[in-house]
């Protein structure tokens, strides 16, 4: 069974930095892309970047030039988004989801979401 | 970057009859291998969202066959054969053909 295992809530200052993290199976790490997608509360779905974990190869929506960072940690097949100068419009629930980039067959599996809250 | 537009943003159905929503490309979700990269997704009331269609018209592992996915290019439609009371959630298509991939803005549906 496919287990995507996210972090704890996060409540943030603006300004300030926080890290998600989507801990995956060994398969899943060295088989999958992993991306991550956030939904502000009562909005829809936004994609926000993705990273092949093997590779070390990540990419992310210009939107989000400059204060988003995906990285791999392969002693623990975990993946984590580092995302800095919060304000209140990151506050969302940030999703991991995986793909299969040799054979697509969409975003099969989904985290359980990280809330995270900027306030002051 | 690519444009998704759903319709309707709301659907009030009845149960056991059919639902339909479209979703609308700015390009063509076609690739050269001849699969329309486009997916369905539901999100039921305080879950993840979960695959349902995958390349247009694949039914994802375990999705009932009341669900169908139909359309090529631009133009694309998620059919519910006979709606129950589980299928309330919000459904997002999403194109996949680029990155970055980019999700309707949904359509609520509800009983």
């Known amino acids: 069974q496919v287990h995507l295992v996210q972090s704890q809530a996060e409540v943030k200052k603006p300004g300030s930095s926080v890290r998600v993290s989507c801990k995956t199976s060994e398969v899943t790490f060295k088989t999958y892309t992993l991306n991550w997608v956030r939904q502000a509360p009562g909005q829809g779905l936004e994609w926000m970047g993705r990273i092949v974990p093997t590779l070390n190869d990540a990419r992310h929506d210009r939107k989000f030039e400059g204060r988003l960072a995906i990285f791999a940690d392969t002693s623990t097949y975990t993946i984590h988004m580092d995302l800095s100068g919060l304000t209140s419009e990151d506050s969302a629930t940030y999703f991991c989801a995986r793909t299969n980039p040799t054979s697509y067959g969409g975003y099969d599996y989904w985290g359980p979401g990280t809330v995270v809250t900027v306030s002051s | 970057d690519l444009v998704m537009t759903q319709s309707p943003v709301s659907l009030p159905v009845t149960p056991g009859e059919p639902a339909s929503i479209s979703c609308r490309s700015s390009r063509s979700l076609l690739h050269g291998r001849g699969d329309n990269y486009l997916d369905w997704y539901l999100q039921k009331p305080g879950q993840s969202p979960q695959l349902l269609i995958f390349?247009?018209?694949n039914r994802a592992s375990g999705v009932p066959d009341r669900f169908t996915g139909s359309g090529s290019g631009t133009h694309f439609t998620l059919t519910i054969d006979k709606v129950e009371a589980g299928d309330v959630g919000v459904y997002y298509c999403m194109q996949a053909l680029q990155t970055p991939n980019i999700f309707g803005q949904g359509t609520k549906l509800e009983i």
């Open positions: 390349l247009g018209s």
